[in-house]
């Protein structure tokens, strides 16, 4: 497609469910990010995909994350036993590899998850 | 940690007023700057960025910015604005010398546009 997709675009799951978000990257594009965008604030970065290799997760804010990539395009961010603080819109970006230095980033529409 | 500060949160214009939306960072090396757009119901989109040379900086739809080093800013402008700007920005930083390659983004600005 022409941009990034994500799916579902919503999703509504009751503390303690495990749920699954899946991002779709632009054609071509090496690098894949997943942010967590809370209400009223700007994005925060949870990990990064470089092809299949998960480069960085620093971000993700505990266990329950849990990101994969495995065939270096389609990417998973699965979080278990959902809690309420995991309420968010989560977002995926994807880039070209290092191009001169530049790298930016082009985002999906989100998944906005509740958590009952 | 290197952070990502926006001082307006909510900012009301009239149509034809000019904009200022200041941006600062807290960090000392090479940084690759970005202000994106959050149209109502739509997703994060590009509107410029900075990487090297002209510190001055133009984007889509007339905005521009301007990347001061020795304030660490990178301010987001427009002379002119229309109610279809209305809209949150997000100032967006990659701190290049940590390695990283995440955007660590500022807490946005809604902007409100009043015909």
């Known amino acids: 497609g022409a941009g990034v997709s994500q799916s579902p675009r919503y999703k509504v799951a009751k503390r303690g469910q495990d749920v699954a978000l899946r991002c779709d990257p632009i054609s071509g594009h090496v690098s894949l990010f997943w942010y967590q965008q809370a209400l009223g604030q700007g994005p925060e970065f949870l990990t990064y995909f470089q092809n299949e290799a998960q480069l960085d997760k620093s971000g993700l804010p505990s266990d329950r994350f849990f990101a994969e990539r495995p065939e270096g395009s389609v990417s998973t961010l699965k979080i278990q036993r959902t809690q309420q603080e995991d309420s968010a819109v989560y977002l995926c970006?994807?880039?070209?590899?290092?191009?001169?230095?530049?790298?930016?980033?082009?985002f999906g529409p989100g998944t906005r998850l509740t958590v009952l | 940690a290197q952070s990502v500060s926006q001082h307006n949160h909510h900012v009301i214009l009239s149509e034809a007023a000019s904009l200022e939306l200041g941006c600062n960072y807290s960090y000392g090396g090479t940084v690759n700057l970005f202000w994106y757009v959050q149209y109502p119901g739509q997703h994060l989109q590009l509107l410029l960025k900075y990487f090297s040379g002209d510190p001055l900086v133009k984007g889509i739809k007339g905005f521009e910015a301007e990347f001061i080093k020795s304030k660490f800013s990178f301010n987001l402008r427009k002379p002119s604005v229309q109610w279809s700007d209305t809209a949150e920005y997000f100032c967006a930083v990659i701190f290049m010398d940590t390695g990283r390659r995440a955007l660590t983004f500022g807490s946005g600005t809604r902007l409100q546009v009043q015909p």
């Open positions: 970006a994807s880039s070209l590899a290092r191009t001169s230095g530049i790298y930016e980033q082009f």
